[in-house]
């Protein structure tokens, strides 16, 4: 059985869905929707940069789900069409897995992108917030460290993803953050790094962007997913229509449950995942989680002949990821 994943914020690089668009029509089409769509020319930041006109998350977030789909668009362009069982996504990838399970359309996946970053950028005030990530112990000493870290602070500090067993990412405040960090050090974390990032996502800090997304949620159109997608809060698969906006909108402020949702999808008869989009993230996450999924990514040009070869063919007789 196969799952496609979708890569989340960070993943970013200049030049992402150039090559998509050189060889696909399809592609072409998406990159050309999504200028249309957000009134700016959304493709030449993709395609030209700079990487730090990439980086605002308003800008990060529909650019990173433009490439997402212009690959995909591109591999189903080549293959006449993909089955998978399930879809998932990372945080921002979660929209990009609905528009895949033709759940929400391109359209709305840009606008409410678009709008999910800027409400984000606005919910905390720039210097206020951080995220870290903590490496090397499991997510109880992570709990634990924000525990410690709240009560010496009075701030706030969460586990905003669950990236891989020995992996947790960290969102609050500044000062909280810094103490959890120290906490976790202290309790045996190998490291904790602080991450360049606008707004300390997936924590209580971003209750306001909930809200402000709830309102515009409510005025999209949905379909039930199918395939069925895998919901960042709950670690479980979704296929009615009736549950993405509230799932949707707890994602904002809740952790990304992407270790869990990995090895639902392996408990759910899934052996080989693929990664379309930017980056490699998500496969080298997986790698650590369930090692026995059979891996692949999409993401350039090299890559397309082995990903169509990798979701045409069975399992047992696909080419294992390099």
């Known amino acids: 059985m196969l799952a496609l994943l979708f890569p989340g914020q960070g993943s970013q690089a200049t030049g992402m869905g150039r090559d998509a668009c050189q060889i696909s029509q399809a592609a072409r089409a998406v990159f050309e929707e999504s200028d ?30 433009a490439a997402s789909v212009a690959w995909l668009r ?80 009075g701030e706030v500090v969460e586990p905003a993803n669950f990236n891989a067993p020995a992996q947790t990412v960290v969102a609050g405040t500044v000062a909280a953050v810094q103490a959890a960090c120290e906490a976790a050090r202290a309790a045996g974390a190998r490291r904790a790094r602080p991450l360049p990032v606008s707004a300390p996502f997936h924590c209580s800090l971003m209750a306001p962007a909930a809200e402000r997304l709830a309102r515009d949620l409510a005025g999209v159109a949905l379909a039930d997913p199918d395939p069925p997608v895998i919901a960042n809060v709950t670690a479980e698969p979704n296929a009615r229509a009736a549950c993405i906006s509230d799932l949707l909108t707890r994602q904002v402020a809740a952790p ?48 397309l002949d082995a990903a169509a070869d990798f979701v045409t063919r069975p399992a047992a007789d696909a080419k294992p990821a390099g």
């Open 36 to 65: 249309d769509v957000l009134g700016f020319a959304l493709s030449k930041l993709c395609f030209e940069g700079p990487d730090e006109a990439l980086l605002p998350t308003e800008v990060q977030q529909p650019a990173i789900l």
């Open 74 to 153: 591109a591999l189903e362009e080549r293959c006449g069409g993909i089955r998978a069982a399930y879809v998932a996504g990372h945080s921002l990838g979660e929209y990009t897995a609905l528009v895949a399970s033709r759940a929400l359309g391109l359209r709305d996946a840009l606008r409410l992108v678009r709008a999910r970053g800027l409400y984000m950028r606005d919910a905390a005030p720039p210097g206020t917030g951080a995220m870290a990530a903590i490496l090397g112990c499991e997510r109880g000493v992570v709990e634990a460290a924000c525990e410690r870290a709240r009560a010496q602070t």
């Open 256 to 303: 990304v449950r992407f270790t869990e949702s990995v090895e639902r999808l392996a408990s759910l008869g899934v052996t080989r995942v693929l990664e379309v989009g930017p980056g490699r993230v998500l496969t080298g996450l997986v790698a650590r989680i369930v090692p026995s999924l059979r891996r692949a990514n999409l993401g350039c040009a090299g890559e």
